[in-house]
């Protein structure tokens, strides 16, 4: 299935993206590209290809944890904020990081 520039369109509605006229002219190509080389690799075939599962030694032996897993009971909120530089009504209070100004907000 060919992509046109009204799949883009579509995808960039999708993401809240804004596009003009030259990106989507540009854009629609490039995508129908990338999309014919993933159908291209659909048809490899991978059947004698052993799967890659993460956590694993390179023999495929489990790794030994550090610690048990198992459950604990959790901190708390007043041990947690105990040390907190600045807590406000069981929060931490922090500067504003996206905003660029130093006036702190509750979170």
């Known amino acids: 299935m060919p992509i046109t520039e009204s799949d ?3 995808i960039a509605a999708l993401a809240h993206l804004e596009i003009t006229e030259e990106e989507l002219r540009t854009l629609a190509p490039q995508v129908a590209a990338i999309v014919a080389y993933v159908e291209q690799l659909n048809e490899l075939d991978t059947g004698s290809v052993e799967p890659a599962i993460g ?3 390179p023999e495929g032996e ?3 944890a550090a610690r048990q897993d198992r459950t604990r009971p959790s ?3 007043a041990l947690a904020l105990e040390q907190a530089p600045e807590p406000s ?3 931490f209070r922090v500067p504003k990081v996206i ?3 130093e006036e702190k ?3």
């Open 8 to 10: 883009i369109r579509k």
């Open 55 to 57: 956590g694993l030694t």
């Open 62 to 64: 489990r790794t030994e």
């Open 75 to 77: 901190l708390g909120q």
């Open 89 to 91: 009504h069981g929060h």
């Open 99 to 101: 905003a660029g100004s």
């Open 105 to 107: 907000e509750n979170f």
